[in-house]
């Protein structure tokens, strides 16, 4: 294993990733999908079904889920004047139905081009272009934006995915409650109603928090030291109900254990700004931990899903573990 080392350069962070070993469909049954087990004290690995997670969990745990809803925010329409095909992806809503969005092809949409989409359903028009590249997108249409929304988008799958989703709720966790997400809180996708019930039974306290997860924990890191990487805001909130049961835990020596790299992030947050103390809190939040030692001071457990090389999930993984043992924890799965 070697000794845990703090890196910031871009390179500590990558590994191997052969595209032919990315599952292009979920199994039939959510909680039959292999989990890794890798201890950050000794380094030992083992294989399990995901249902096993089981045996890792204790009564008196708080188990942090996160209830966001990923909406079908993938719009695919023509530009109105030459029928260009472009494509919208719904980032955060403003106001006054503006959202902020990705385009492309972003050459064909400068400020002031409009789009439709199915036929006339929807229109949109970009209104300004922000320094990082994204649009403001005003949308007209008739009746309620998220029924049409339904309707016209798809859901915003990873470009590594190739297959068609046929089934949305596919990518939402079975408890996801409150819609908002351009993408899913994927840790949480391995768990079924039943086994978050026999989670409950074993004396696990599940506390539900809300981040709308969108570009800031996916988009890849493009500077050479991560430090200099700038995040994106995403939406949170976290209820009286959920910060009383992680108080609990924590005031009883419990564990708190997230679910996903967006509940560390969430965790994160609060810590940072109300130390030794979680309280009921809303807002935006822009948070990018690299260097592991406060990540290893304030997991038990941690959680995470699927991460790709090179984004920001990589980066919040690997401080969590220390480098070597993820990048170690990768191979045996190839």
Known sequence: MGER???FSTSDYDFDLPKELIA???LQDR???????LHKKTGEMSHHVFHEILDYLQEGDCLVLNNTRVIPARLLGQKEDGGAAVEILLLKRRENDVWETLVRPGKKLREGARVVFGGGAL????????PDGNRLVHFEYEGIFEEVLDR???MPLPPYIKHELKDRNRYNTVYAKYDGSAAAPTAGLHFTKELLERVEEKGVK???VTLHVGLGTFRPVKVEDVREHRMHTEWFQVT???ADAINSAKASGHRVICVGNDQLQNGGERRATVPGEETKRRGERCRFAVGGALLRRYLHLYLPGFLFPGDGCAHHQFSSAGVDSSDAGFRPCR
């Open 152 to 154: 016209l988008g798809e």
């Open 24 to 26: 292009q469909d979920p």
């Open 123 to 130: 229109h949109a028009e970009i209104r300004e272009v922000l």
């Open 206 to 208: 599940l506390a539900y």
């Open 31 to 37: 909680a039959s999908s292999r989990l890794l087990v």
């Open 5 to 7: 080392k703090e890196g």
């Open 240 to 242: 009286k109900e959920a």
